[in-house]
């Protein structure tokens, strides 16, 4: 069954606020991927992440790893139009094959101008 | 360099039919992956593999689902005798070879709709 908790589940605000998002789990993770998907497409990848406590940004977004290894955040600055679309993580539990990730159910984003 | 294919976008079957959903990965790319999205939902593993190996298919359902990936040619995901809970968008990933295969690149997915 889904390992991951993603949170929220949708998210509407306005342009030019940020977006926090974030995945928990009971398991331990080592490592934690961040993906957008469009309406119609398949999943672009964001920012990957391999250490406990890492920090790492993206033009407007930033990930971290969480110290726990067990959740990990994504955060959008100052929201644009196009942030629209739905965002995913995805972890990898040391126990599965390399190519084998756990993803999260997805936070919807709206943005209104 | 163009980036993961895969084909038919969309696909329409009707309840015992056989559904082959083909993924090209990308150039120099020698692992394939596949995953299903349900509606609302998010992306769940099903199979890992490399040229010729079935590396790990413990998201495939026992039975009616199979895959492949020859030595040439397109990856291969064969559903026999489709049902309506078979309804979901099918996508594949392709990784360049190498240790870290984090770096997973979708391709746009096949929508499958079983009457």
């Known amino acids: 069954g889904q390992q991951l908790n993603q949170s929220p589940q949708s998210m509407f605000i306005q342009e030019g606020e940020d977006v926090s998002m974030n995945c928990t789990s009971s398991s331990i993770f080592n490592t934690w991927l961040w993906y957008k998907q469009d309406p119609g497409e398949g999943p672009v990848l964001l920012i990957a992440l391999y250490k406990a406590g890492e920090l790492t940004s993206n033009g407007r977004l930033t990930a971290q790893f969480g110290i726990t290894r067990k959740d990990s955040f994504l955060n959008i600055s100052a929201s644009i139009p196009s942030d629209v679309g739905i965002y995913f993580c995805?972890?990898?539990?040391?126990?599965?094959?390399?190519?084998?990730?756990?993803f999260g159910a997805g936070t919807q984003v709206v943005v209104t101008p | 360099n163009a980036g993961v294919m895969q084909n038919p976008r969309h696909l329409v079957r009707r309840r015992g039919q056989e559904a082959r959903l083909r993924c090209s990965p990308m150039?120099?790319?020698?692992?394939v992956y596949w995953y299903r999205q349900l509606p609302e939902e998010g992306l769940k593993f099903m199979v890992y593999?490399?040229?010729?190996?079935?590396?790990?298919e413990s998201g495939m359902p026992k039975e009616r689902f199979s895959a492949e990936f020859p030595k040439e040619g397109p990856s291969i995901l064969r559903i026999q005798q489709v049902v309506r809970g078979d309804s979901a968008a099918y996508f594949c990933?392709?990784?360049?070879?190498?240790?870290?295969?984090?770096?997973?690149?979708f391709g746009p997915g096949t929508r499958l709709t079983v009457l």
């Open positions: 990933a392709s990784s360049p070879p190498g240790l870290v295969t984090d770096t997973q690149y």
């Open positions: 593999l490399q040229k010729e190996n079935i590396i790990d």
């Open positions: 150039k120099g790319h020698s692992h």
């Open positions: 995805a972890g990898h539990l040391p126990t599965d094959s390399w190519g084998k990730f756990q």
